[in-house]
Structures are given as structure tokens and as C-alpha cells.
């Protein structure tokens, strides 16, 4: 059974830097599709990120691009993102999540219904 278990939220002031790590377990993970995810109180879940274990291809949502760096690393079977520059507005729970198969050139990557398994979440708080 797949588990993703989150971790390095925490408290910020802005413009500082957080690195969120996931780490994976439970299967090989060579065709799988990782992304992340945040959800801020009363807004829907969005993404932010998303990279290919095998190739490492990586995507970045745009209002996060610059910002935020998805990465992998193999040996641990850890994906982490880099998160610099924080604002205030970037506080929310952030999430992992893992889908069974790369992602293409379709952007079912940003829905989170196409994920198949998916980390508690960790809390970041930017203050201003």
C-alpha cells in the first residue's frame, strides 16, 4: 500500500524560504506522477507542481513558477519542493500526492481527482 507522509511546514516570515519533503513508500514509484497541492481555509485544493519519478520531468502552475521548485530524490524515494519567497498568501496545508502513471501533456495533472493516494498534509504559515 502506498503511503505519503509530509513533512517541513512550518512557521515563516515573509519572503523566507521552506523546503517540504514527501517521502514514498510502498511501491516502486519509476512510472508514477507525484505532485503537490495546497488548500487554504475555504478555498478549493491547488496545484502547484507535479514531476515524473522516472524522466523527472517537472511542471510548475504559474503563479508559483520562479517560487517554488518540485525535485525527486531516487535513493530515498523522497520528492521535496523548494518554496522561496514566501508571501503571506502562500499559507495553507500543503500536500502530497502520487498517481500511478506519468503525466502527459494533458493537464489531468492539476485535477486533484486524478491522484490516486495522497499524504495528510503539512500546515505553512507565511506571516507579514
Known amino acids: 500500500q502506498v503511503q505519503l507522509v509530509e513533512s517541513g511546514g512550518g512557521l515563516v516570515q515573509a519572503g523566507g524560504s521552506l523546503r517540504l519533503s514527501c517521502a514514498a513508500s510502498?511501491?516502486?514509484?519509476?512510472?508514477?506522477?507525484m505532485g503537490w497541492f495546497r488548500q487554504a481555509p475555504g478555498k478549493v485544493r491547488e496545484f502547484l507542481a507535479a514531476i515524473n519519478w522516472g524522466t523527472g520531468n517537472v511542471l510548475h502552475t504559474d503563479s508559483v513558477k520562479g517560487r517554488f521548485t518540485i525535485s525527486r530524490d531516487i535513493p530515498n524515494n523522497t520528492v521535496h519542493m523548494q518554496m522561496n519567497s514566501l508571501k503571506p498568501e502562500d499559507t495553507a496545508v500543503y500536500y502530497c500526492a502520487a498517481k500511478s502513471q506519468s503525466f502527459s501533456g494533458i493537464p489531468y495533472y492539476s485535477l486533484p481527482g486524478w491522484y490516486d493516494y495522497w499524504g495528510q498534509g503539512t500546515q505553512v504559515t507565511v506571516s507579514s
Open positions: 510502498g511501491r516502486t514509484f519509476s512510472r508514477y506522477a
